[in-house]
């Protein structure tokens, strides 16, 4: 099971920056993606907005090779977020690869999982806390991003030994131009593999008193966070996961976690809270989540909430935000109201 970190994307201010400088605005991103035209300002998003910005950027940019590589190499390093910028003045390259995997937790939504094998060594990406697709771009761009972080700490043009894909990534003889290396698109996963021996490769950005301010730091946040998760928040993580197979029971949930339902429904209760009371939370969560998704008619979110007809999620969505989920949407998207 994966870490069961908050639904809430922090996006540094460097991202809208960067987004800048290749000729795309805030304002641009936010109407493309049917978005508040104020999401900038947001210090966190949900996942599902933190994917349309990115799809938006996608459909702004044009061809998608293009995109990733220019994003890759515009973003600049001094705008790094602390968590980053500890990777960047890391001792090697390996060093920066586990540092950028295990302060990632702080960040998600995606992790990294480092296998090193015989003269290989794999980056997989893995996605946290949603069934949604990914946007193609955010998966290329986080592989190059992983490539950049060691041609820039080294200064060498270090080059991938095999790159995957699992969707279609546009112009595939640049992105080899740009990885050096053959891409394959349609694979089962997204995956960087990299030359073993690259890892070895001191960083010339390397500054070992700036490490010893910003390590404790975040290793400190991470530790707060992996040690604030109640059973509440974990429990509403999973029921977030099971949603769309109907309503989870707490007999399934239990079992997700290795306990009896008996011993479930006790921990909730020292929490204050119970199973029912956190499906509800659950449920009116996504359910902002999804409806802030334009190309989700309200049918849809209805099933995805796990709900069996759209007047029973309607009743429940009145009782939430004292509104129709359809007059709810049109206000967040800036939409004319609806009549129905």
């Known amino acids: 099971m994966n870490s069961h970190t908050s639904d809430r994307i922090k996006i540094h201010p460097g991202l809208w920056e960067t987004f800048r400088q290749l000729g795309i605005s805030a304002h641009d991103i936010a109407r493309k993606a049917r978005l508040p035209l104020t999401i900038n300002t947001k210090p966190a998003v949900s996942t599902s ?8 950027y996608a459909d702004l940019i044009g061809d998608p090779a293009q995109g990733i590589i220019k994003m890759a190499t515009a973003f600049e390093t001094t705008k790094y977020p602390p968590n980053v910028l500890a990777t960047y003045h890391a001792r090697d390259y390996r060093d920066a690869l586990n540092r950028l995997a295990r302060y990632k937790q702080l960040c998600p ?8 094998e015989g003269e290989r060594c794999a980056i997989e990406l893995e996605w946290l806390h949603t069934e949604q697709p990914c946007p193609p771009m955010l998966v290329g761009v986080t592989l190059a991003f ?3 972080l ?4 080294t200064g060498q043009p270090i080059t991938a030994q095999f790159v995957e894909f699992s969707h279609s990534m546009g112009e595939v003889h640049a992105l080899e131009a740009y990885f050096g290396c053959q891409i394959r698109m349609g694979a089962k996963c997204n995956r960087l593999t990299l030359h073993r021996r690259d890892l070895d490769r001191p960083f010339l950005s390397y500054n070992e ?23 509440a ?13 109907g309503t989870p029971d707490i007999q399934a949930v239990a079992k997700e976690l290795g306990m009896s339902d008996r011993t479930l429904q006790r921990r909730l209760t020292d929490e204050n809270t119970s199973f029912k ?8 969560e996504q359910a902002r989540d999804y409806l802030v998704d334009p190309s989700l008619d309200i049918k849809e979110v209805a099933f995805l909430l796990g709900y069996k007809d759209q007047n029973s999620f ?24 609806s009549i129905y």
């Not at 939504?109 to 090193?116: A, F």
């Not at 060691?150 to 700490?153: K, L, P, S, W």
Request: aromatic share 8%.
């Open 277 to 284: 009371h956190l499906l509800a939370q659950a449920r009116h």
């Open 109 to 116: 939504p995606e992790s990294l999982r480092i296998t090193e």
């Open 146 to 148: 992983l490539l950049e």
């Open 314 to 337: 309607y009743r429940a969505f009145r009782l939430w935000e004292g509104d129709t989920p359809s007059n709810w949407r049109n206000e967040h998207l800036g939409t004319s109201p």
């Open 150 to 153: 060691g041609r820039r700490g």
């Open 209 to 231: 008193e700036l490490l010893e301010i910003l390590t404790p730091v975040l290793d400190r946040s991470l530790n707060e966070q992996q040690h604030s998760r109640s059973m």
């Open 233 to 245: 928040a974990t429990v509403k993580w999973i029921m977030k996961r099971c949603l769309t197979g």
């Open 49 to 56: 907005q933190y994917f349309a910005i990115w799809q938006a």
